[in-house]
C-alpha cells in the first residue's frame, strides 16, 4: 500500500506506484493533508528560533534565569523581524535540562512567560515530573543536580496566505479535458471536482481542494472513511 | 562423581528444568493460531522495544564507558529465562542476564518474593556475571499475579570497588582482592527503590555519584522496556504475545538446526596461551577449547586449559557468553538478536577449576578487557574452523565469499 499525500503527490502516485508493483493507494483527507503538502509550508507561519547555550544548575538564580529567557526572547523577535515578517509575532521559550552531566540527553521544559523569579522553580517540579513520566519514579535522581544547559525561543507570525476551502461542491456533470495517459496518447478524460461519494473509475481527474488524484484507465477510486483508496488495475 | 554447579563453590548452571518454588506463578496459556500479520507486528515490537531500552540506557547514563562507548545490553527474556531478544550491543551480557534471571527464579521465588514492580540486582561472577564491574539490573514482568516475562539489562559501571581505580585488579590473588561480588538482592521492592541496599553497593565504588546516576539509568530503562511490553500485551493479548516469544525461540533453533545439518560432524579444537597471571609474572598459561557437533547439536568443552590462577580467569558465565557470542555472530547473526532458539543447540561440559571456568575464590575482575576477549578469539577460531568443513553456503557465513581466481 502506498500513502499518496500534499499537493503533487496524488497527481503521480499511480505512476510510481506501478513501478514499484504497488496496486493499492490510500489518500488522506482532512487536516493531516495540508501539513504534508508543499502550499501548506508555504501557508505556515513565518518562524525563528534562536537558541542560548548557557549552564544554568539548581536550585536556579532567581534573576540571572528570567534574564537570560528574556534576553533570548528579545532575540527571537529581533530576528523575525529582520527577517521582514511584520505583525504580532507569538514566542515560545522552553528550557533544555538534564541532570548534569547527562550529555547525551535533553528534555524540553516549557517556560511560562514572562519569566520571573518563580521561574526556576517551575522548571524544576516540570522537569521532575516529565522525568518520572517518561522514566518511572525509581529513576528520579534527586542527588544529582538538575541543569539547564540551553534555552531555546521560537518567534512567529502567523502568514497571510488564506487557506484554501476544503470542500469544493461535488459537480454532477463533470467538465472533460484531454490527458496524456503514459501508453494511451491524448484521451478524453472527465474532470470530477470535489471529494467523489460513489466510486470513479478511470480514466478521470478528481480535483480537490489541496490536489488533484490522478486515476490511470481501469483503476477505481473509492471514498473510504476519511480517506480515499485508489486501485489500479494488475497493470495498464 | 556428579559436579555441583551451585553458585557458591562453582559457577551456577541452570539445569534443563528450573526448580521453580510453585508459590510463584507463571504465565503458561498460549494462543494457538497468530497470523503472519499479527506475529510479525508482535515481533518487530519485541525486537524495537531492546532498542528503545538500549537508547535509553545511553541518554540517562553519565560514564563515559556507557553514555558514550555504550558497555552495555538490554534483553528481553521469557518467564523462566530464555532470552527471545538479545539488543544490538555487547553480546555476552545477555547470556549473563539470562544465567541471572534463571538463578534468581530458583532462588528468590519465596525468599524476599518476585513481585510485581520488583527489580533485582547482581554482580556476581559466580551467580552468571562475567566480571565485577558488569552489574545485572533484571525486571520481572506481570500479567495480573502470572510471572509473564523478564526486561533486563547490564551497565559496566565505572567503579564497583576492589584494590585499584577502575576496579579492574590484575595484581589480585583471589576474589578477596577484587571489587564485592553481590548474589542477586531486590534493589526495587514494587516500584520503590531501597536506600540502604543502594547505599551498600554505591559504597563499595570510587566514584558513588557516576555509579547512582548509571544505577538508575538502568532502573528507569527497564521501566520504559517494561511498560512497552505491558503495551504489546494490552494491545494483543498476554497469550498472543506469549506465543510469539515461543515461535521466536523456535524459529531460531530451527535456524541453527537447518545450518548445522550443512556442517559434517567431527571434532574441532584451538589453544590460545596467555603471558602473565599477574604483574611481573613469567608463565605461560593455556586456554583451550573444543567443539564437537553431533547432528543438530554442538558440545563444548574446556579440556587442556590450565588450572585457576592469578586474575586471568572467568567463571562459567565468561566461558558460555563468549562461545555464544562468536557462535551466533558466525552463524546466525542474520536472527537480528532472536538467539535463544539456536542457545538450546549448545551444550556446555566445562571441567571446572580452570582458567576459563574458575571456581571460588578466583579473582576475575580483569576479564573484561583481556580474559573475555581471549575466550571470545578462541570461540571464534574453533567455529571458523568447523565452518571451513561445511558446505559453501554456510562456510560463507563466517569465512566470507572465495576469491576469485585471477584473470591477470
Not at chain 2, 63 to 82: E, H
Not at chain 2, 254 to 277: F, M, N
Request: charged letters at 20%.
Amino acid at each position: 500500500v502506498l500513502y499518496a499525500y500534499g499537493g503533487a503527490g496524488p497527481v503521480h502516485a499511480f505512476g510510481y506506484a506501478a513501478e514499484i508493483g504497488v496496486r493499492e493507494v490510500v489518500i488522506p483527507l482532512g487536516n493531516g493533508a495540508s501539513t504534508l503538502s508543499a502550499y501548506g509550508i508555504a501557508a505556515g507561519d513565518a518562524v525563528r528560533y534562536r537558541e542560548l547555550e548557557r549552564s544554568f544548575l539548581a536550585p536556579f538564580d532567581a534573576d540571572l534565569l528570567p534574564a537570560a529567557v528574556a534576553v533570548i526572547e528579545a532575540a527571537a523577535r529581533a530576528d523575525l523581524a529582520a527577517a521582514g515578517a511584520d505583525g504580532h509575532a507569538q514566542v515560545e521559550v522552553e528550557a533544555l535540562m538534564r541532570f548534569r552531566e547527562q550529555l547525551m540527553h535533553s528534555l524540553e521544559i516549557p517556560v511560562r512567560l514572562p519569566a520571573g523569579p518563580d521561574t526556576g522553580a517551575e522548571l524544576l517540579a516540570a522537569f521532575n515530573a516529565e522525568y518520572e513520566r517518561r522514566y518511572g519514579a525509581g529513576g528520579t535522581a534527586l542527588f544529582q543536580a538538575v541543569e539547564v544547559f540551553a534555552l531555546r525561543a521560537r518567534a512567529a507570525v502567523a502568514a497571510d496566505i488564506p487557506t484554501p476551502v476544503a470542500a469544493l461542491p461535488v459537480d454532477l456533470a463533470p467538465r472533460s479535458t484531454d490527458v496524456y495517459w503514459p501508453g494511451l496518447d491524448w484521451t478524453a478524460t472527465p474532470v470530477h471536482a470535489g471529494v467523489p461519494t460513489d466510486a470513479v473509475t478511470g480514466p478521470a481527474l478528481v480535483e480537490l481542494a489541496h490536489t488533484t488524484i490522478a486515476v490511470p484507465p481501469g483503476a477505481v477510486l473509492r471514498p473510504v472513511g476519511d480517506a480515499l483508496t485508489l486501485t489500479l488495475k494488475e497493470s495498464w | 562423581v556428579t559436579i555441583q554447579w551451585d553458585g557458591v563453590a562453582r559457577s551456577y548452571i541452570p539445569g534443563d528444568q528450573l526448580h521453580i518454588p510453585d508459590m510463584l506463578r507463571l504465565h503458561t496459556a498460549r494462543a494457538e493460531d497468530v497470523d503472519p500479520v499479527t506475529f510479525e507486528v508482535v515481533r518487530y515490537g519485541l525486537l524495537n522495544t531492546n532498542l528503545e531500552h538500549g537508547q535509553t540506557l545511553q541518554r540517562l547514563c553519565v560514564s563515559p564507558v556507557t553514555m558514550i562507548t555504550r558497555d552495555f545490553q538490554p534483553s528481553i527474556t521469557t518467564a523462566v529465562g530464555d532470552l527471545v531478544f538479545l539488543g544490538p550491543y555487547l553480546q555476552y551480557f545477555s547470556n549473563a542476564q539470562s544465567l541471572t534471571i534463571k538463578w534468581i527464579l530458583e532462588n528468590r521465588a519465596d525468599d524476599p518474593g518476585i513481585e510485581p514492580g520488583d527489580m533485582f540486582v547482581s554482580n556476581d561472577p559466580f551467580v552468571g556475571t562475567p566480571h565485577q564491574p558488569d552489574t545485572i539490573v533484571a525486571a520481572p514482568v506481570f500479567v495480573g499475579d502470572e510471572l509473564f516475562c523478564w526486561v533486563s539489562n547490564v551497565l559496566h559501571h565505572a567503579d564497583v570497588g576492589g584494590s585499584v581505580m577502575g576496579s579492574f585488579c590484575m595484581d589480585a590473588p583471589d576474589i578477596f582482592s577484587d571489587p564485592p561480588a553481590f548474589p542477586p538482592f531486590k534493589l526495587v521492592a514494587a516500584g520503590h527503590v531501597r536506600r540502604d541496599l543502594e547505599q551498600m553497593f554505591l559504597r563499595q565504588s570510587r566514584l558513588p555519584t557516576n555509579v547512582h546516576m548509571d544505577l538508575r539509568a538502568a532502573v528507569s530503562a527497564n521501566h520504559v522496556a517494561a511498560g512497552k511490553t505491558a503495551a504489546l500485551v494490552e494491545r494483543y493479548g498476554a497469550d498472543v504475545v506469549a506465543a510469539v516469544m515461543d515461535r521466536v525461540l523456535d524459529a531460531g533453533e530451527r535456524t541453527i538446526d537447518e545450518r548445522l545439518a550443512k556442517v559434517p560432524d567431527g571434532q574441532w579444537s584451538h589453544r590460545i596461551y596467555q603471558e602473565a597471571a599477574r604483574t611481573g609474572d613469567a608463565g605461560t598459561y593455556a586456554y583451550q577449547l573444543t567443539v564437537r557437533k553431533r547432528g543438530g547439536h554442538l558440545y563444548v568443552d574446556n579440556v587442556g586449559t590450565d588450572p585457576q590462577t592469578g586474575s586471568i580467569n572467568v567463571t562459567y558465565a565468561g566461558l558460555s557468553g563468549a562461545f555464544l557470542a562468536a557462535l551466533t555472530a558466525s552463524l546466525t547473526a542474520d536472527l537480528a538478536g532472536a538467539y535463544g532458539g539456536v542457545y538450546r543447540r549448545v551444550h556446555f561440559e566445562p571441567v571446572p577449576g580452570t582458567l576459563s571456568c574458575a571456581d571460588f575464590p578466583a579473582a576475575v575482575s580483569p576479564s573484561g578487557i583481556y580474559t573475555m576477549e581471549t575466550l571470545i578469539s578462541l570461540s571464534g577460531s574453533v567455529i571458523a574452523k568447523m565452518l571451513a568443513c561445511a558446505e559453501p553456503s554456510v562456510a560463507r557465513l563466517a569465512i566470507g565469499r572465495p576469491i576469485p581466481p585471477s584473470t591477470a
